[in-house]
């Protein structure tokens, strides 16, 4: 079956402090992988994709495939960051379409 | 206005009945997917389907049921049978992985079900 680890459920860091959120994914080919985000009350929507190499909101994540690991980074936290974030790879032929999603890390961003 | 909807976003259901949910998209996506979120548990897959008239069942399908008899809509029905429903149920689209390099899954605002 495939998986993905995020190991922390709550992560909680001061404002201004570097984040990063921890995803582990089992391999089988070559999954795409993103991020989704669900800020309090709004619904869950994609943060970011690995195929884009982008960063948005200053958020950035890389594709180490050697560690199966997939971790989403920011240099300096700020509290409008504080969220839930669930990372999901995309595997081909898995099943629902290899549409799977971590546990989730709560992230909280002290001021 | 693009984008996936879901009705109602609280529903109140005595226990024995059976409730359904409504996911309505017109994103023009093939594949629909129902999960369950719950405090730590994550995002659990109920159902999915890629086609019209077809459905296959997720990790936690028993209690539950699905149609997919338009692509736009895959209405969820929770039966009695399913022994916990209290939950905050996710309706889903995407397109199919391979029609397009944009894979993202669009989500809907939820709907929280309550037992009373």
């Known amino acids: 079956a495939q998986r993905v680890t995020q190991p922390e459920k709550l992560l909680s860091v001061f404002k201004g402090a570097p984040v990063e959120l921890k995803c582990n994914y089992s391999y089988s080919g070559s999954p795409e992988l993103f991020w989704y985000v669900q800020y309090s009350r709004q619904r869950l929507q994609l943060l970011l994709r690995h195929i884009s190499r982008e960063s948005i909101k200053g958020f950035t994540a890389d594709l180490n495939k050697g560690e199966t690991s997939f971790h989403l980074k920011k240099p300096f936290a700020q509290e409008e960051d504080s969220a839930m974030y669930y990372c999901?790879?995309?595997?081909?032929?898995?099943?629902?379409?290899?549409?799977?999603f971590g546990k989730g890390t709560h992230l909280i961003i002290q001021p | 206005d693009g984008g996936i909807t879901q009705s109602p976003k609280y529903l109140f259901r005595k226990e024995g009945q059976n409730v359904t949910l409504s996911c309505e998209q017109n994103?023009?996506?093939?594949?629909m997917y129902w999960y369950r979120q719950d405090p730590g548990q994550g995002l659990r897959l109920i159902y999915y389907?890629?086609?019209?008239?077809?459905?296959q069942k997720g990790d936690i399908a028993e209690g539950y049921s699905v149609s997919r008899e338009k692509k736009e809509s895959f209405p969820l029905t929770v039966t009695s049978a399913q022994k916990n429903p209290t939950a905050f149920y996710l309706c889903a689209s995407s397109i199919i992985r391979g029609q397009s390099p944009n894979t993202e899954a669009f989500f809907g605002q939820g709907t929280r079900l309550t037992v009373v």
């Open positions: 389907s890629q086609i019209v008239n077809d459905f």
């Open positions: 999901a790879p995309r595997y081909s032929g898995g099943g629902a379409d290899g549409l799977t």
């Open positions: 994103l023009n996506h093939d594949a």
